[in-house]
């Protein structure tokens, strides 16, 4: 996979211009992809991360959306 310049910034979502762009735990290193979405949280595929609730935390570890990170946005 090729990461694109700037990758791994932290990010709320806001202002990623591809709504499946993937997103990483920077504590448990685990991978938000929207069109999974995640099955723990109840969140259903297709929901970007941009769209996730306030009080979504990262399934893996229970780490806040803030310490989640862009991985990918898509963009080649």
């Known amino acids: 996979m090729k990461f ?8 709320g979502g806001e ?4 709504p499946l762009a993937l ?11 929207p069109s999974e979405g ?7 595929p297709g929901t ?3 769209a996730l609730p ?7 570890c229970e780490a806040a959306r803030e310490r989640v990170l862009l991985l990918d946005d898509g963009a080649d």
């Open 54 to 60: 306030a009080n979504w935390v990262c399934p893996g």
């Open 4 to 11: 694109p310049e700037g990758s791994f910034e932290r990010t």
């Open 38 to 44: 995640d099955p723990i949280g109840q969140i259903p």
């Open 15 to 18: 202002g990623v211009a591809n």
């Open 23 to 33: 997103f990483e735990c920077g504590v448990c290193w685990q991978v938000y992809d």
């Open 48 to 50: 970007a991360f941009a």
